[in-house]
């Protein structure tokens, strides 16, 4: 079969590329920060965890199963069909590409901190080193960038499998009796288990990258939509097996004296150093999570080429399009001026604002755009459609409550770029998150408002008339 140079990716790349942030570092440290929460009971948390999550999963399936997914920026374009406003899209999708740019920088800074310890650069030089590289792997064209994520991520879940089998044959049934096995846990199991399914929420940040690539996948309505489905379920079978393993292999008293606990667990099972199983795991998942995390940011600005003229220009291979060189101007702005700590405070709560939006958005498809819901392939019926909006409306705002009530150091600890933050001084993160995540939620906004009035003016000056939001699913 010929593969298309605009629709290059196949469903594995999708994948691949959905995998890329919830399989990142922080797999080695599972249940790490969530064992507490829900003792040797974990595993179930995180099956819990991986359900909720497939609520917002699915409201991207059936947009993307639309004819939305053959353009840029899901978010943006279902937003704004639905609720029929332009504006109400790009404030829904907007603080999610200042979350994803600064992911992306923490990750290059890690990564870069790494490189310095083996050449003579210094950590920020070092850091724009690799961002130039994740860059210029983008602006070959989306066929590299899918195919080195593939080669990333593949060898990295083989990599995690052999260290679940490894732990599997060290387990000792007797860790998990009693499940609950303190007065607390006891007392309200139903309570801490979903306290620790909250907390696994977190980790499946950056699941929606496979939408993201939508526009240059084959067959992307009929690929986009299992991609992403399929990476939520792995992503929380690897982790529930992580957890799994290591409270069968390292009883729950001492697992908070475990700095890598997956590791540790099989470290143990195969008599290595888990040092041996973490250095080069780290690196890799790294690599692919900052690899999978440059689709995020700027395939969202690519979409917003209706309001902002020219974001999406096609550029021959080997030069960023603007998109792409906006994003990796604005990681690298972070990492240059050192701000990799404060811009985190916009990574979470950025994302789940994107992902509530969509969550909203699916439930009143039916209803407001029924055109839209009838050309969608993935078509659950409008009352199952509600309730999949309101869970995953539901688990936006909880994940957003704790981002609020958490400091900054300890809601990111739950996410998979955890390790990362090795790179980002520990004493930024911890804060009250009312004067540190809401301010930079607002200020970003705000940015947005100033982006949309400017591109107003910008398009009134040169008589840039906006096609018709039906134009993407009127019956023809």
Do not use: K
């Amino acid at each position: 079969m010929t593969v298309s140079r605009d629709r290059p990716l196949g469903v594995r790349h999708a994948v691949a590329v959905s995998l890329g942030l919830p399989l990142g570092a922080g797999v080695f440290v599972l249940p790490h920060g969530v064992e507490n929460l829900g003792g040797p009971a974990t595993p179930v948390a995180y099956v819990a965890g991986t359900l909720a999550i497939c609520s917002i999963a699915v409201a991207y399936a059936v947009y993307l199963s639309s004819p939305l997914a053959e353009r840029d920026g899901l978010v943006f374009a279902a937003v704004s069909r639905t609720a029929g406003a332009r504006s109400l899209g790009f404030l829904a999708a907007w603080p999610m590409v200042g979350a994803y740019a600064a992911v992306l920088a923490t990750l290059v800074a890690a990564l870069g901190q790494s490189l310095s310890g083996l050449v003579s650069l210094s950590p920020n030089v070092a850091a724009l080193v690799v961002l130039a590289c994740v860059v210029a792997v983008h602006a070959l064209g989306p066929t590299a960038a899918g195919r080195l994520q593939l080669y990333a991520t593949g060898p990295l879940l083989l990599f995690l499998g052999g260290m679940a089998v490894a732990a599997l044959l060290a387990i000792a049934p007797d860790n998990f009796s009693p499940l609950f096995p303190t007065p607390t846990l006891r007392d309200r199991p139903l309570a801490a288990i979903g306290a620790a399914a909250v907390a696994t929420l977190f980790g499946f940040v950056g699941f929606d990258a496979a939408a993201a690539a939508s526009a240059v996948t084959r067959d992307p309505r009929r690929t986009a939509p299992r991609a992403v489905l399929v990476g939520v379920l792995i992503a929380g079978f690897v982790a529930a097996v992580a957890a799994f393993v290591t409270l069968g292999v390292i009883p729950w008293p001492r697992l908070v004296f475990a700095t890598a606990p997956f590791a540790d667990a099989a470290a143990s099972g195969l008599g290595v150093d888990a040092a041996r199983l973490v250095v080069p795991g780290t690196v890799l998942a790294t690599i692919s999570a900052a690899l999978a995390t440059t689709w995020l940011p700027t395939r969202t600005l690519r979409g917003f080429d209706e309001l902002v003229p020219g974001v999406a220009a096609e550029t021959r291979p080997g030069l960023p399009d603007p998109a792409l060189a906006l994003t990796g101007l604005l990681a690298g702005t972070v990492v240059a001026l050192d701000l990799v700590g404060q811009a985190l405070y916009l990574s979470i709560a950025g994302v789940f604002v994107g992902y509530g939006a969509l969550a909203a958005a699916v439930g009143l498809l039916p209803v407001l755009r029924p055109a839209l819901y009838r050309r969608c392939r993935f078509r659950p019926p409008a009352p199952a459609l509600a309730l999949v909006s309101l869970v995953g409306v539901a688990t936006a705002l909880v994940v957003l409550s704790r981002v609020l009530v958490l400091d900054p150091a300890t809601s990111l600890v739950f996410t998979r770029w955890a390790p990362a933050l090795v790179a980002v001084d520990e004493a930024v993160l911890v804060s009250d998150p009312l004067s540190t995540v809401v301010p930079a939620l607002v200020l970003w906004e705000l940015v947005g408002v100033a982006v949309l009035a400017v591109a107003a003016d910008y398009r009134a000056d040169r008589g840039v008339e906006q096609r018709p939001l039906a134009a993407a699913y009127d019956e023809e």
